[in-house]
């Protein structure tokens, strides 16, 4: 499976906003210059986020974006669906039914694997965790964090 720049990119906007956002809305311009990403690609992933709830927008002189529950209560799988949609890699390993050939293929084993692996990551860690590890790299300065 490949995540694709709209689900990496949900990732980013999502931890600016939790980073960024807890003293109020954070505008799609700041996010962009800070993650050095493209203003308009951005919006279009915005727009799938505020479709599942995820985001608001308030307009104004003070208005841009803010989550609508607590970091600690979004997890990376709600981010990840509303960017790119099932995260299976097949159709049948998230729904048998998709498949008529499920119960006599030698490889559907795999698939299921393979998808119950990736909701097992990415529904335990939260967007809270992500902005901790992003404050925690800004104050120590680390290009790099791997675990």
């Given at each position: 499976?490949?995540?694709?720049?709209?689900?990496?990119?949900?990732?980013?906007?999502?931890?600016?906003?939790?980073?960024?956002?807890?003293?109020?809305?954070?505008?799609?311009?700041?996010?962009?210059?800070?993650?050095?990403?493209?203003?308009?690609?951005?919006?279009?992933?915005?727009?799938?986020?505020?479709?599942?709830?995820?985001?608001?927008?308030?307009r104004g002189a003070k208005g841009g974006y803010h989550l609508t529950r607590?970091?600690?209560?979004?997890?990376?799988?709600?981010?990840?669906?509303?960017?790119?949609?099932?995260?299976?890699?097949?159709?049948?390993?998230?729904?048998?039914?998709?498949?008529?050939?499920?119960?006599?293929?030698?490889?559907?084993?795999?698939?299921?694997?393979?998808?119950?692996?990736?909701?097992?990551?990415?529904?335990?860690?939260?967007?809270?965790?992500?902005?901790?590890?992003?404050?925690?790299?800004?104050?120590?300065?680390?290009?790099?964090?791997?675990?």
């Amino acid at each position: 499976m490949k995540i694709s720049t709209k689900g990496r990119y949900g990732l980013r906007i999502m931890t600016d906003l939790a980073v960024n956002g807890k003293d109020g809305c954070v505008s799609l311009k700041d996010i962009a210059e800070r993650e050095k990403l493209s203003e308009k690609y951005l919006e279009q992933i915005i727009n799938l986020l505020s479709k599942e709830g995820l985001v608001k927008s308030v307009r104004g002189a003070k208005g841009g974006y803010h989550l609508t529950r607590s970091a600690a209560d979004i997890t990376v799988e709600d981010i990840l669906k509303a960017t790119e949609g099932s995260l299976a890699p097949t159709p049948c390993a998230e729904d048998t039914e998709k498949c008529e050939n499920y119960c006599d293929c030698v490889t559907s084993f795999i698939w299921t694997q393979i998808y119950e692996a990736t909701i097992s990551v990415v529904s335990r860690i939260t967007l809270e965790d992500l902005a901790q590890r992003s404050i925690a790299a800004e104050k120590t300065g680390l290009e790099c964090i791997k675990k």
